[in-house]
């Protein structure tokens, strides 16, 4: 049963692609929850796919001012995520222009960007985030590479607007789709200006006597290399690295053995607070991620103004900007820790660099305006005109949650 009554006249956006709100599952939820909020702020009727495990019926709930639309899958892994898309665009289909002509579409990721043909075969716009060249990751295997390629394809040429989160993936894009539709849209954060001391003494950490590293034991993500790099030489503190780790697979089992007595395997924390806190109070925030665009983690970090030790490749290297520090091999990262653990004021230093960088680029408020701007351009494509009020950053600032990753980030 419909959750609206028949006077609503909003414009619809749906927002396709991720587990659904409140997030809990990674990046493309929390930007769903947060860029939701930005445009039910700005008078946007804001319907967002939420996937729930086992069988039951499709329903409807609102939270927060969004329609929530609760689809249920009971396989897991890839299949699972194929079906709840295809019974997401299915129920698009059913119900788009039951609210009036102003029906867009905000999809997040490409996997399976075969079924947003039937969007375009119907006439509904649709903004695509192409999220960041994932069919490079080596993770996948070839054959999954060549499905994730096929699919980017397809959202490539069926999408009105295509988003990437980062220059270089745009300038990819834009050489296999055309620059018209493309535009850059990052990753948000969430500013942290305090955390708490207990939660991280709680974990036997003292708060500015620790570093610590965030991200998906995967190669791509080189903890190996970050490993063996802290533990060259004594440190005098910590090395603190979040993630999942078994002997069961190879590659955490090369980290696990790399690591030193000064690195400390806590396990994935998926607690907000804590990991929280774990970034504000940390002396150092170390990255090594090689693929991926504007990565989650990284933004994160500089939101809570931590300096930052980066792999350097163009990704990371326009995220942080100027007030970073790079590394490419385990012997680079060692001189850089040396030099950075032996200078406080210059840790601070690059911690205000983190912030300022933060704040010009990776707001909420700023990406959710873009966004609006892309689904306002995906409307004209279609002949639909729709005019806003002014953005309001006081309005949308009232309604912006906390939210950190836990161990799992990509």
Known sequence: MSTRTPLDTRPTVRLLGTHGVPAAYGGFETAAEQIGYYLRDRGWRVVVYCQQPGSGQTHTDVWR?????????????????????????KHVLAHTGENGPIDVCLTFGYNTGVFNLAQRLRGIPNVINMDGMEWTRRRWGVVKQGILLANERFAGA??????????????????????????????????VHHASTQLVRDLGLEPGGYANVICRPIPENSLVEIVRGWSARHRGMPLVVLGNFTRDDDYHREVLDAAGDEVVFPGAIYDPATVQALRFHSALYLHGHTVGGTNPSLVEAMAAGSA?????????????DAGARFFRTEHDLDDTLTALLADPSERAAMGRASRDRFEAEFTWERIGSQYEEALLRALRRHGHTLTLPSSSAEQHTQHVTTQAHGGVVA
């Not at 001012?65 to 665009?89: K, N, P, Q």
């Not at 930052?308 to 942080?320: I, K, L, Q, S, T």
């Open 308 to 320: 930052v030790v980066a792999h350097d490749n163009h990704y990371n290297r326009w995220v942080v």
């Open 158 to 191: 069926v999408g009105d607007v295509l988003v990437a989160d980062h220059p270089v993936i745009a300038r990819y894009l834009s050489r296999h789709f055309g620059a018209r539709r493309v535009t850059t849209i990052t990753y948000g954060g969430v500013p």
């Open 65 to 89: 001012g969004m329609e929530r639309v609760h689809l249920y899958e009971e396989r897991e892994g890839w299949l699972g995520t194929a079906s709840f898309d295809l019974a997401s665009i």
